[in-house]
């Protein structure tokens, strides 16, 4: 583990440095992808020091924490992203306040937060998608995803991105390899069935480079930027 730093701000242009350089490494662009900053559990005041550096997409996984930070942070230019499990009773607010979900895993809560969403901008949405099939971790079985992602395109309020996913936790990078190769042919797969798609959200703190080298678009990272989390819940 690289050590993190209490500057938010140079934490910043470290990962923006990693990710040019692994790009490179694996013969992709930097501009192909987009970094996520997961600010669950920190402060508005972090959330200012990094988009003081620039950062403008900041991802929360818990709905009634993200919408106080929202509010308080409604002058800024943010993109909000919703990657925590989504809930029926949570999918009015989510839809409410995020522009994207990365999480959505059932066909009710598709058709839940498209009723929400009437009347604003279609609310971009990723699949997320359980390669590793642990019980724990949610998500939707391989099989099960063009099910969901056909279920999705019918609804106007929705817009379908791509998939996310969270592989289990593995130290050797040839096996976090593995598992982002099943998320990218799984998201190939879906392209070639016709589906316009720009997104695969795959890669944290800990496999941010195997999920590059395989062809991650968008990499969620929270502890690299903002240290480690006091995990409360
Ligand atoms: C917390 C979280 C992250 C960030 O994890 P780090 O290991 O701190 O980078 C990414 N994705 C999801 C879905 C999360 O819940």
């Known amino acids: 583990m690289t050590t993190v730093s209490h500057n938010i701000g140079e934490n910043i242009r470290r990962l923006s440095r990693q990710i040019s350089s692994t790009t490179r490494k694996y013969r992709r662009s930097a501009g192909d992808i987009r970094l996520l900053a997961v600010s669950k559990t920190f402060p508005i005041s972090?959330?200012?020091?990094a988009y003081a550096a620039g950062q403008r997409l900041f991802g929360e996984s818990y709905v009634n924490e993200a919408?106080?930070?929202?509010?308080?942070l409604s002058e800024l230019d943010i993109e909000w992203h919703y990657?925590?499990?989504v809930q029926s009773n949570k999918t009015r607010k989510i839809a409410s306040y995020f522009a994207w979900v990365h999480s959505l895993g059932e066909?009710?809560?598709a058709r839940r937060l498209n009723e929400h969403r009437n009347g604003m901008s279609p609310l971009n949405v990723c699949i997320q998608v359980n390669i590793s099939a642990e019980d724990t971790k949610s998500g939707i079985a391989l099989h099960e995803l063009e099910g969901l992602a056909e279920s999705v395109l019918r609804l106007p309020?929705?817009?379908?991105?791509?998939?996310?996913?969270?592989p289990a936790e593995e130290n050797s990078f040839e096996r976090q390899r593995q598992a982002f190769a099943k998320l990218a042919q799984a998201y190939n797969r879906l392209q070639n069935r016709g589906y316009s798609l720009d997104t695969l959200s795959m890669g944290m703190t800990g496999d941010m480079q195997a999920a590059i080298a395989e062809g991650a678009t968008m990499v969620r990272i929270g502890t690299a930027i903002f240290g480690p989390r006091q995990e409360k819940r």
């Open 46 to 49: 972090d959330i200012r020091d």
């Open 67 to 72: 919408i106080s930070k929202i509010e308080l």
């Open 83 to 85: 990657i925590g499990p």
């Open 107 to 109: 066909a009710r809560h």
């Open 157 to 166: 309020n929705l817009r379908l991105r791509g998939i996310m996913g969270i």
